[in-house]
């Protein structure tokens, strides 16, 4: 990929020009005069439609937000994204969780794309027999519980799936153990009947502290409340690191591998979804894999005019760079989703906060955008009034979906009414005007609606982006998900950086063991003075 300053750029240059008179764009005005702006500024893409006309944009900002697309080369950044070219330099890896969602062989990554569907083809068959009990537990009975023992990549996407799944999902019950707190642990344990339980460790390194360590844990506890000859039964292990799996005690069979072309927080398509597939079954995992490759093929065929993650993604550029929006919030019209805000942060914070661009030099612009959300409705009695009369510009994605999954039409028009209203709101505000009308036969006095009308006063005009699909199924999960990893993807090139890696986080990693030293022989004068006072109170306070 070209390493191109997108700040060095006719088109940045010409949309800094723009932004000095767009920044003045008024969104209730730009409706009225134009009456096809929904229309002109929404994209489709069979059951996706994506309204961005409610943002502050015109079609001339998008024009020119496209040429700094074009300049920046992003057509053969996606031929590289796509031809396995090793995109992910600093640790000279291809990124190819696209090649785990295609039965097109007639690819530059047809080996890629065989191995994925060989190790894909092996989670299904373990799957399938578990579901039709054929695999057993040691006793006999079939599974009913699933524990997911994994961190990052490998627990926030099978999370996030799972409660987006309830309405597919079979008879197993699965459960997530993530953080290294024993508490967390127990908690789960607390729940479960090691007998009909299925341990999935999942691990890319499989060298994880929290993840080895929970899987210590459990696999101790199971050992004393079953017998050490059933770990074989009951534990397998997903990863890219078979010799650790082995060590650890897992049978060779019963690992799932995974590929060093497919990172942690693009995992979940991959092996790294077993958990998932055996709650919702091979066919319903396949349907969420095809809804991927949907958007893969949009995203690949359209033109960037049309292209929904490329126009995702260059709304953030242009909130983040030039509006100089700080954050960015998701907020999906579904209980379904309520994990979805916290799987985006991974992959789009762990992906897009680096500071340094491809040459290795400190950018000079802003890059990764802070994401973050809840569900609607109850995010609106939350934090919406900070978005709707705070100082912080918080463009914001709305998601919802048509039909709902069970018949409560009452239900579902109050919710959905609540959706449309607020971007409504978003946009237009409340004037002085309006205000003062609310006021009329309620019996105040004049001097106490004055005192009131200017904290009811809205100023309004704040962007948002409406996605609204027709049903949440497998597919259109798949469909939503590859889509914000394009945008990730998308935005990475407009920003010259590398989206791939996660220095920071091994930084935090190092650090950590390095404490954990000092705490096993209770230490405390190795830091600065606040680190070792935080460490002597702890010691003298954990009795
Ligand atoms: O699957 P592993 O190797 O245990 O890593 C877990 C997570 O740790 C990270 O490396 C850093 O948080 C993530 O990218 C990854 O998803």
Redesign the pocket.
């Given at each position: 990929m070209k390493n191109i300053n997108p700040t060095s750029t006719t088109a940045w240059q010409e949309l800094l020009d723009h932004y000095k008179t767009a920044k003045s764009l008024n969104l209730k005005e730009a409706f009225q005069n134009n009456k096809n702006r929904a229309e002109e500024l929404t994209l489709t893409d069979g059951d996706f439609h994506v309204d961005l006309s409610k943002n502050l944009i015109t079609k001339e900002t998008q024009g020119k937000l496209v040429d700094l697309a074009n300049e920046c080369r992003l057509s053969d950044a996606i031929d590289s994204y796509f031809g396995g070219e090793k995109i992910n330099a600093t640790e000279n890896r291809a990124v190819l969780h696209t090649a785990l969602r295609t039965n097109n062989t007639d690819s530059p990554v047809a080996g890629n794309i065989s191995a994925a569907i060989a190790s894909k083809e092996k989670m299904f068959a373990f799957v399938d027999a578990v579901n039709n009990g054929t695999i057993t537990a040691a006793n006999g009975q079939k599974f009913n519980t699933v524990v997911n023992i994994?961190?990052?990549?490998?627990d926030l996407g099978p999370v996030m799936i799972y409660e987006a799944m309830q309405a597919y999902k079979n008879d197993l019950t699965l459960h997530f153990v993530s953080n290294v707190e024993g508490d967390h642990v127990e908690e789960v344990l607390k729940k479960i009947n090691p007998e009909t339980t299925l341990f999935v460790i999942?691990?890319?390194?499989?060298?994880?502290q929290e993840?080895l360590t929970n899987s210590t844990t459990i696999r101790n506890w199971f050992k004393e409340k079953v017998n050490p000859e059933a770990v074989a039964q009951h534990f397998i292990a997903v990863s890219s690191n078979i010799q650790r799996a082995v060590d650890f005690g897992i049978q060779e069979e019963n690992i799932f591998p995974m590929f060093d072309w497919v990172?942690?927080?693009f995992s979940l398509w991959s092996t790294v979804g077993m958990s998932v597939a055996l709650s919702i079954g091979s066919k319903n995992f396949q349907g969420f894999l095809d809804g991927a490759q949907e958007m893969d093929t949009h995203f690949k065929n359209s033109s960037f005019d049309k292209n929904i993650p490329v126009q995702l993604a260059l709304l953030t550029i242009w909130y983040n760079n030039f509006y100089k929006a700080q954050s960015e919030a998701v907020i999906p019209y579904t209980q379904y989703l309520h994990r979805l805000p916290a799987y985006l942060q991974q992959a789009i914070m762990?992906s897009n906060g680096k500071s340094v661009d491809r040459n290795g030099d400190r950018v000079t612009y802003e890059t990764g955008n802070v994401v973050w959300g809840e569900p609607g409705t109850n995010s609106q009695h939350a934090f919406f009034q900070l978005i709707h009369q705070g100082t912080k510009l918080i463009p914001a994605q709305f998601i919802a979906f048509a039909k709902a999954k069970y018949n409560q039409p009452d239900h579902h028009n109050k919710l959905m009414a609540n959706f449309f209203a607020q971007t409504e709101a978003l946009m237009n505000g409340k004037t002085k005007e309006e205000a003062l009308k609310d006021h009329k036969d309620s019996g105040k006095t004049v001097s106490e609606i004055e005192h009131l009308v200017p904290f009811q006063v809205f100023e309004g005009n704040k962007p948002t982006t409406t996605i609204l699909i027709d049903e949440l199924t497998p597919q259109s999960l798949g469909k939503l998900v590859a889509m914000y990893e394009h945008k990730i993807f998308t935005e990475g090139v407009i920003w010259n950086i590398y989206s791939y890696d996660?220095w920071g986080?091994q930084l935090g990693k190092v650090l950590a063991d390095a404490i954990l030293t000092d705490i096993e022989s209770s230490k405390s004068d190795g830091h600065d003075s606040s680190t070792n006072a935080l460490l002597k109170r702890f010691y003298s306070r954990n009795k």
């Open positions: 994994g961190i990052g990549g490998s999942v691990s890319k390194s499989f060298g994880t993840t990172g942690g927080r762990e996660q986080v």
